[in-house]
């Protein structure tokens, strides 16, 4: 079992930064891979962002690229998700994700996927 707590939401202006943080617990935390996902109203839970488990490869969705970044720290147990430039349309409540099972594939995919936090809201104004 893997543990999920996700912290960092907010209102922000569009423009602005915010940095999230998703504290994991419960098994090695360096031998499984992490991803955000997030969620608007009325529409499907979308793909943000992944991290293997040494942090060396990371993906992004399409509409995140350039502006978001995932990392992860080993002796704190926590993968972050640093936004910059935020849009109206990122408002959604952004999900983390541990993923235990081997490889990659359908990392970025809910399906591949093993285990989700509750959520944490994020806001951008216009």
């Known amino acids: 079992q893997v543990q999920l707590v996700e912290t960092g939401g907010g209102l922000v202006q569009a423009g602005g930064s915010l940095r999230l943080s998703c504290a994991a617990s419960?098994?090695?935390?360096?031998?499984?891979?992490m991803g955000w996902f997030r969620q608007a109203p009325g529409k499907e839970r979308e793909f943000v962002a992944a991290?293997?488990?040494?942090?060396?490869?990371?993906y992004y969705g399409e509409s995140v690229k350039g502006r978001f970044t995932i990392s992860r720290d080993h002796a704190k147990h926590t993968v972050y998700l640093q936004m910059n430039s935020l849009k109206p349309e990122d408002t959604a409540v952004y999900y983390c994700?541990?993923?235990?099972?081997?490889?990659?594939?359908?990392?970025?995919?809910?399906?591949?996927?093993?285990?989700w936090g509750k959520g944490t809201l994020v806001t951008v104004s216009s």
């Open positions: 994700a541990a993923r235990v099972r081997t490889g990659v594939v359908g990392i970025t995919t809910r399906d591949g996927m093993d285990y």
């Open positions: 419960g098994r090695t935390f360096s031998s499984y891979a």
């Open positions: 991290i293997d488990w040494s942090g060396t490869r990371v």
